[in-house]
Every structure is written in structure tokens, then in C-alpha cells.
């Protein structure tokens, strides 16, 4: 999540699509395979998309929730996530939140919980002062 990177302009979009739609079917594979830490990893792999097209944005935010709804065992899930994901996952729990979808809401708090127990507080100051890499 480096803030020195330049974000993509909206001619280069349909690029950034392309690359999500085909991220969506490695991670249905690794769904099919029963592989959810795995889908969840190559889901936040590349978050967010360097742009401002909210395309592009939603579109990510898509197969990223795709993979959260997956998960079943948070705690298992936290003794195979890298903690360099830990942030960018924390900013997609609360764009979860603001969904309102009671299911997204219940499995964010869930992830939300246990992240927050293992990352600390800082994980949250710095998904909610991060404003450069909007999810």
C-alpha cells in the first residue's frame, strides 16, 4: 500500500476489469477446491485497485467479499493470513460494514474481532487514516 504509487486514469480501466474478472475465477477455483484462506489472500492481493473509477472499486470489492463470506473458521484463518494483509483487510471489513447486508455485517464484526485482537488498535487507525487507498 504504497501512497507514492499514481492511480490509474479510467481510459486504463477496463485493464484493471479484465484483471479482477480473471482474479474472481482463481478465486472461485480455490473456493471449489475448499481453499477459503487461499481465496481470501489472492482477493486482497493487489487491493485496492490503483484508480479513482468506482467501476473498478465495486468490482474488486465484489470477489473480495466473495472470499470474506467464505470463511468459516476466523481463527484458522488468522494462523494462515500473512499480517501484511492485515490492513488492507481491516479497510474492506468496514467498506463491509457500510453495506448494511446483515450476513456481511455479522461475518465483518466476526473477522473485525479477531483481527483487531491480533493486529491492536493501530490496525484500525491506520485503515481509517489511510484515505489515499480507498476501498
Given at each position: 500500500?504504497?501512497?507514492?504509487?499514481?492511480?490509474?486514469?479510467?481510459?486504463?480501466?477496463?485493464?484493471?476489469?479484465?484483471?479482477?474478472?480473471?482474479?474472481?475465477?482463481?478465486?472461485?477455483?480455490?473456493?471449489?477446491?475448499?481453499?477459503?484462506?487461499?481465496?481470501?489472500?489472492?482477493?486482497?492481493?493487489?487491493?485496492?485497485?490503483?484508480?479513482?473509477?468506482?467501476?473498478?472499486?465495486?468490482?474488486?470489492?465484489?470477489v473480495v467479499h466473495r472470499?470474506?463470506?467464505?470463511?468459516?473458521?476466523?481463527?484458522?484463518?488468522?494462523?494462515?493470513?500473512?499480517?501484511?494483509?492485515?490492513?488492507?483487510?481491516?479497510?474492506?471489513?468496514?467498506?463491509?460494514?457500510?453495506?448494511?447486508?446483515?450476513?456481511?455485517?455479522?461475518?465483518?464484526?466476526?473477522?473485525?474481532?479477531?483481527?483487531?485482537?491480533?493486529?491492536?488498535?493501530?490496525?484500525?487507525?491506520?485503515?481509517?487514516?489511510?484515505?489515499?487507498?480507498?476501498?
Amino acid at each position: 500500500m504504497a501512497g507514492t504509487e499514481k492511480f490509474v486514469e479510467a481510459d486504463n480501466a477496463e485493464a484493471i476489469i479484465t484483471r479482477i474478472e480473471h482474479k474472481s475465477r482463481k478465486i472461485e477455483s480455490l473456493l471449489k477446491q475448499n481453499k477459503p484462506v487461499e481465496a481470501l489472500k489472492t482477493a486482497l492481493e493487489g487491493s485496492p485497485p490503483m484508480t479513482r473509477d468506482e467501476r473498478c472499486k465495486s468490482a474488486n470489492w465484489i470477489v473480495v467479499h466473495r472470499a470474506l463470506m467464505a470463511i468459516k473458521d476466523v481463527d484458522g484463518m488468522f494462523s494462515s493470513l500473512d499480517p501484511e494483509y492485515y490492513d488492507i483487510l481491516m479497510k474492506y471489513l468496514y467498506r463491509g460494514l457500510s453495506t448494511g447486508d446483515r450476513p456481511t455485517c455479522d461475518q465483518c464484526l466476526r473477522i473485525h474481532e479477531k483481527l483487531t485482537e491480533r493486529a491492536g488498535l493501530g490496525c484500525i487507525l491506520r485503515s481509517l487514516a489511510d484515505t489515499v487507498n480507498a476501498v
